[in-house]
């Protein structure tokens, strides 16, 4: 634990806490000071991780949950609440992932995701902001993906980590005025996912461990981070960078009324020469001529 006494006197619950990511966050926020629910649905693996935590000297209560049921989230938080006396902190990691074209989805399969991944972290976030909203402070984590971007096969679990990117702006607009700070982090790391998806292991070394990514989590669940809210950042354990957000992009064309042949002749003339690359590897869109717009500009 490289970080002590940030985290003094802080209680935070961390989601899906029981391996990977979130185990090693939960154990560097320990370390930092900070009491920490461990939760996971796997019991097991909570205790362990919470143990580890206690052999070490820090405080760690084990929550054996569901994020994706309503009653179960917030008994998640209310257990915070119970053994720890306050909740300055939710790291919504919980997450589960699968690997499928469009045409290759189960319908069971994306249903389960979407409760976990997405309806998971809406629970838990609006379980600790009802609890933040009285205490007027509080810090909640998202964890998105790069994968929001676009990956092939990862649509599903793409789509569940752009809402969770969404949500965490929409958030952090709710809650700035009561004191409540909500950003959302894209982590790379070695992981489960990882080695169960081969073509991420292409931008993935083993050496890139979960616990370098654990101190931008202490760091946005403290009070240093005072200030900082409504961002997605990029944090690969080497590189830190701060992920634009999406945006009106130039030129803007304006017509009082657009036909068909209008909007052809707007992407042939002008709007093809600006289209986007797409997906986390930037498919570039292809290409399209250029010529001087007819169009004026607001």
Not at 147 to 174: E, M
Request: proline residues 5%; aromatic residues 6%; charged residues 20%.
């Amino acid at each position: 634990m490289r970080v002590r006494g940030i985290l003094h006197g802080k209680a935070v619950v961390i989601t899906g806490a029981g391996r990977g990511l979130g185990a090693e966050y939960a154990i560097h926020a320990a370390g930092a000071g900070a009491g920490v629910v461990v939760n996971d649905i796997d019991g097991d693996h909570a205790e362990a991780v919470a143990a580890r935590i206690i052999e070490q000297g820090g405080r760690a209560v084990v929550s054996v949950a569901s994020v994706a049921d309503p009653g179960q989230a917030g008994r998640i938080v209310q257990q915070c609440l119970t053994d720890f006396g306050r909740i300055d902190g939710l790291v919504n990691n919980a997450a589960i992932q699968h690997l499928a074209r469009p045409w290759e989805e189960d319908p069971d399969a994306v249903r389960e995701l979407i409760e976990v991944n997405v309806l998971g972290v809406l629970y838990c976030g609006v379980a600790a902001a009802r609890a933040m909203r009285t205490q007027r402070a509080g810090s909640i984590v998202n964890i998105s993906s790069g994968s929001s971007f676009g990956q092939r096969a990862l649509g599903t679990y793409a789509a569940s980590k752009g809402a969770v990117a969404s949500l965490t702006y929409s958030w952090a607009l709710d809650l700035a005025e009561l004191g409540v700070r909500v950003n959302a982090v894209c982590p790379l790391a070695w992981t489960q996912m990882v080695e169960r998806h081969p073509a991420a292991q292409a931008r993935v070394t083993r050496q890139r461990t979960p616990d370098r990514v654990a101190p931008l989590i202490t760091y946005l669940l403290s009070d240093r981070a005072e200030g900082i809210t409504g961002q997605l950042i990029r944090f690969t354990g080497d590189q830190l960078h701060i992920v634009r957000q999406p945006g009106i992009k130039d030129p803007v064309l304006h017509r009082a009324h657009w036909t068909v042949d209008d909007i052809a002749a707007a992407f042939d003339d002008v709007l093809g020469g600006h289209l986007e690359p797409f997906g986390l590897d930037k498919q570039p869109p292809p290409r399209l001529s250029q010529t001087r717009s007819p169009y004026p500009t607001v």
